[in-house]
């Protein structure tokens, strides 16, 4: 595999399981290092990616396709994508925003984890067309602090 460095980014698929998790931690690692990111951004990146991935296995059952995840970078900027095929269409762009400032009590459960996704990405979209749903995130890279290549 090596690491490559190509304007295409990098893609690999994942058998849709919790389990993948840790080959998906591996290939952003990977990813990162071959899009010369700064590793400070891996935190950022699990987190979207473990959030909406996790979210395409436990709710999009009916599936036994793999989940499609590609990694760019673009004027700086990185672009996650998670692609998951043969499902029905859920737009978590659409999902109610939450108002942490409540008492737990008074929340209905549910819809953190796409609050913090919201929170730590610049921009979040959704496409649907063929049973096939796509997310796309946009992370904005700091500067390098000695330039970059």
């Known amino acids: ?56 296995v436990k709710y999009s059952l009916e599936s036994k396709r793999e989940i499609s995840l590609r990694i760019d970078r673009q004027n700086g900027r990185l672009l996650v994508c998670l692609t998951d095929f043969d499902v029905n269409e ?23 984890g796409i609050h913090l996704v919201r929170r730590v990405t610049e921009s979040l979209s959704y496409r649907y067309e063929n049973r096939t749903s796509t997310i796309e995130m946009m992370i904005r890279l700091e500067p390098e602090p000695r330039g970059t290549e």
């Not at 295409?8 to 591996?26: K, N, Q, T, V, Y």
């Not at 859920?90 to 953190?112: N, Q, W, Y």
């Open 1 to 56: 595999m090596g690491n490559q460095r190509e304007e295409s980014g990098l893609e690999r698929s994942f058998p849709r399981c919790i389990d993948a998790l840790d080959g998906i931690f591996r290939f952003v690692a990977e990813a990162l290092a071959g899009l010369s990111v700064n590793s400070a951004h891996e935190f950022t990146v699990n987190l979207v990616v473990e959030e909406l991935f996790t979210n395409m």
């Open 90 to 112: 859920f737009d978590v762009t659409k999902a109610p925003e939450i108002d942490i400032h409540r008492p737990l009590s008074e929340r209905s459960p549910g819809g953190l």
